[in-house]
């Protein structure tokens, strides 16, 4: 056996795990490994940096719980699932709707409302109506797609965060013409969670943890590559320094107070068109963009 060193320790690693029988795990850990040595000698870790690293990651996996996905937002603050997001735009087989972010908050457990229901529980402040037309990549409108929507609720809160109830989320059906049709409440921009290991970060790197407001979108269409992402208000302080990098220009949209061509009038609203990509035959045999965080846990303490 030859001697480790700093020099052959990477490769010596990558020769064993060459037995990998799955190739893509094999590339992908490969891969990994030869970055986080290759990062490990660039900042020469030490053991003591290494273990601020172990404990730091520890504390992120410990935060998790049902309603709460540490890991996503460590991934979303350093703009890790951004990335994810963007390459996956780039092996869309058609040009479609610019995907955002999924983030911690999507849940199943979401109720179906009819065209033009209410989604918020409570309506305070200004009511926005959401509408426009889901079609395929050529402008031919999809009938029966399903719209899934959620956003935060006036108190700048998701429902998960400080109830059982699902509020201000909501699964609405695209009818004949490809027409969607939503009321809600105007979304409020908020900080993400600041109390765990990611807020501590995030605050040691002298950042702020805003997000600006938007509503999230889930849309989906069979033999179409589901789209997962978000609507950002115009002129929220926020839009340029997202903490979670996930404003794109074309997902920025304008509250307008009154617009003669909204189906439903005395409310302000929100026009928006989106289109789908087909599904390629890597879409269909890949899994979801966007699936329920709180499965995670679920899985994990059945397995226990
Ligand atoms: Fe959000």
Redesign the pocket.
């Known amino acids: 056996m030859s001697e480790l060193t700093v020099e052959n320790i990477t490769d010596v690693v990558l020769q064993q795990m060459s037995t990998t029988p799955n190739a893509r795990q094999k590339e992908v850990l490969g891969v990994f490994v030869k970055h986080l040595h290759a990062a490990a000698k660039e900042v020469r870790l030490t053991p003591s940096e290494w273990l601020m690293g172990i404990d730091f990651l520890t504390k992120v996996g410990q935060k998790c719980t049902d309603t709460r996905q540490e890991f996503i937002l460590l991934s979303d603050t350093m703009g890790l699932s951004a990335l994810v997001h963007l390459m996956h735009d780039k092996t869309a087989v058609e040009h479609a709707t610019t995907t955002s972010l999924l983030?911690p908050?999507f849940r199943e457990n979401t109720p179906r409302y009819k065209a033009g229901e209410q989604i918020a529980k409570s309506v305070k402040g200004k009511e926005v109506v959401l509408y426009g037309r889901v079609s395929d990549a050529h402008g031919k409108p999809l009938a029966n797609a399903e719209v899934t929507v959620w956003?935060?609720a006036e108190n700048g809160l998701?429902d998960i965060q400080y109830q059982d109830d699902p509020d201000v989320r909501g699964i609405f059906t695209t009818d004949a013409n490809g027409d969607y049709l939503i009321r809600t409440t105007a979304p409020v921009g908020y900080s993400i969670p600041m109390d765990g290991p990611v807020g501590d970060l995030v605050t040691s790197q002298g950042r702020h943890g805003m997000?600006p407001a938007?509503i999230?979108f889930l849309i989906s269409s069979p033999d179409y590559r589901e789209l997962v992402t978000?609507l950002y208000i115009d002129g929220d302080a926020h839009i340029a320094d997202d903490v979670v990098f996930g404003v794109a220009g074309e997902l920025v949209v304008k509250i307008v107070d009154h617009d003669p061509a909204c189906p439903i009038q005395g409310a302000s609203s929100v026009r928006y068109d989106f289109s789908l990509s087909k599904a390629s035959e890597a879409d269909k045999m890949s899994g979801r963009v966007g699936a329920d965080p709180a499965a995670i846990t679920k899985a994990a303490a059945a397995a226990e």
Request: proline share 0%.
């Open positions: 983030g908050f956003q935060t998701y997000r938007h999230h978000a």
